[in-house]
């Protein structure tokens, strides 16, 4: 799913992540990729359908939002595109 979303982000020149795997201690977790300065982006495959993973990840994702940082999810289940549409504040446009 990681794979697939920067492939898609650099085919459609669209921002790249500033990190990768950063890891938040005051959470503590560890983000799929980071945007300075908050941006989180988790990208879910299908085990974070789990009741048990949804519960944890909820929690954690909650604390982020407390402290100022900005979620977006990537769901294996849903549109890329659309996906990175809905921030393109964030990603930019498709050229």
Do not use: W
């Not at 879910?44 to 954690?60: F, N, R």
């Not at 289940?77 to 393109?88: F, G, V, W, Y």
């Amino acid at each position: 799913m990681e794979r697939r979303f920067l492939d898609y982000l650099y085919r459609t020149h669209r921002r790249l992540p500033d990190d990768v795997r950063r890891y938040i201690q005051e959470i503590p977790c560890e983000a799929d990729f980071f945007y300075e300065p908050n941006i989180c982006v988790f990208c879910d495959g299908a085990v974070h359908d789990l009741l048990e993973q949804q519960a944890k990840e909820g929690e954690i994702r909650r604390h982020l939002k407390e402290r100022g940082y900005r979620i977006i999810v990537i769901r294996y289940d849903r549109d890329l595109e659309e996906r990175i549409d809905d921030h393109k504040d964030m990603f930019g446009v498709s050229k």
